[in-house]
């Protein structure tokens, strides 16, 4: 690579961010210490979410078992090509728990392994506690491998946190003043309120509002996993989480990594920064919905013969009809790259039926607005949990591994 991506100006104000949070060690330290159910039952039950949780324990006795599925249709997984089931759109606690009691009285669904959530991190949701009542949830009861939140460019903060990280960084952001002490960049191009496509929009020095974003949601409530959004904000959060072992990051499908040329751009920031022990922060990549079977299997072999550390590849199976065509369905292209012995995270934007909130509008509603239409969204989630149970038994009865929730596993 022939220039650095960041500039002594840009390494300066990612480490002094750091540091104000006491440095990498410190967060990776607090991060920790609430990743543990009784650390956050105990936190949670003080802030009133203690009701929920409790639902939710009677909730999860009766889900099925991986197991018993395989043992009762004969099913060895012997194929080379894992698959990785994972769901998008739990969007809150509240939803969450709708989900998690219709797939409980069910019965016979196979819960996947990664949740992903598209909720702006609002003083409410980070700090009135509904983000970490859905982390513990997610991580804790059900036992999701991974919970992904997302930190949107564009949501409301109180001004005091801009304040200060231009004090922190001696950078300035462009903002405006939204009422109730609080404040928002002011973004340019067309899109939602929050960023447009959800958060692309990263101009100027706005990666540093995404990290302090992140770093508060992190060491506030024990989340460890987030959707990136923007070419500078996976660069920064590279380097940024280099001395945060346990901080890692999914990159969005809108970045439109849909070929090799753009995955290779992406390796070279990986490359760039590489944590000391070898490892990189990002986890995951998701391959954008133009790409064929062709294309994936291309992107999961160079990145496999890369010498880099592994990074799962993720493609939609279905997606809902504002990200794409309304009749999109990648499953036959997913069937493919397993069998070319490829590992595949599928992933569930939709059912690929149309219903109410199966859009990105559920992303953007308020606080109070996502609560007042839980059973909704929660519907749409549960049925999306629904198709990812169909297929991925499918694929198990070709043969492949399917990697679940805990709770779907035999202790």
């Not at 330290?29 to 324990?57: M, N, P």
């Not at 490359?271 to 998701?286: H, M, S, V």
């Not at 606080?367 to 949990?385: P, Q």
């Amino acid at each position: 690579m022939h220039f650095d991506l960041l500039s002594s100006r840009d390494l300066k104000a990612i480490d002094a961010l750091r540091d104000a949070y006491g440095g990498g060690k410190e967060i990776s330290a607090r991060i920790e210490a609430l990743r543990g159910y009784d650390a956050r039952k105990k936190a949670l039950e003080a802030k009133g979410w203690g009701e929920t949780l409790e639902k939710a324990e009677s909730y999860v006795g009766g889900f099925a078992k991986v197991e018993d599925f395989a043992a009762k249709n004969g099913i060895k997984a012997a194929k080379p090509g894992v698959c990785t089931a994972q769901v998008s759109g739990f969007q809150g606690a509240h939803v969450t728990l709708d989900c998690i009691r219709r797939i409980g009285e069910k019965g016979d669904v196979l819960f996947p392994t990664e949740m992903i959530s598209v909720v702006p991190m609002t003083e409410t949701y980070v700090y009135g506690g509904d983000l970490m009542a859905t982390l513990a949830l997610a991580e804790n009861l059900l036992g999701a491998s991974k919970f992904c939140s997302t930190n949107l460019i564009g949501t409301p903060v109180l001004e005091d946190r801009f304040a200060r990280v231009e004090k922190i960084t001696g950078e300035r952001f462009e903002r405006a003043s939204v009422g109730n002490g609080l404040s928002q960049i002011i973004l340019k191009n067309q899109g939602t309120a929050f960023g447009n496509l959800g958060g692309v929009e990263v101009g100027n020095n706005n990666h540093l509002a995404y990290l302090d974003g992140i770093t508060r949601a992190a060491i506030e409530t024990g989340a460890s996993f987030f959707l990136n959004p923007s070419w500078s904000t996976i660069v920064a959060a590279c380097y940024y989480a280099r001395e945060i072992p346990n901080l890692s990051f999914k990159i969005s499908m809108l970045l439109s990594t849909q070929n090799a040329i753009q995955l290779r751009m992406l390796m070279n920031i990986i490359k760039a920064y590489l944590r000391d022990d070898g490892t990189t922060p990002i986890y995951e990549i998701n391959i954008g919905n133009a790409a064929t079977a062709e294309t994936f299997i291309q992107c999961f072999r160079e990145l496999r013969e890369s010498g880099l550390p592994p990074v799962y590849l993720a493609a939609h199976l279905r997606i809902n009809p504002d990200l794409g065509r309304a009749d999109f369905d990648w499953t036959e292209c997913a069937f493919k790259v397993l069998e070319a012995g490829c590992d595949l995270t599928i992933k569930y934007e939709s059912d690929g039926t149309s219903r109410p909130y199966d859009t990105m509008e559920a992303y953007f509603l308020s606080d109070e607005e996502r609560n007042a239409k839980a059973g909704l969204i929660g519907d749409v989630i549960y049925h999306k949990c629904l198709r990812c149970d169909l297929d991925a038994k499918e694929i198990m009865r070709r043969g492949h591994k399917v990697r679940f929730a805990d709770i779907s596993c035999r202790d």
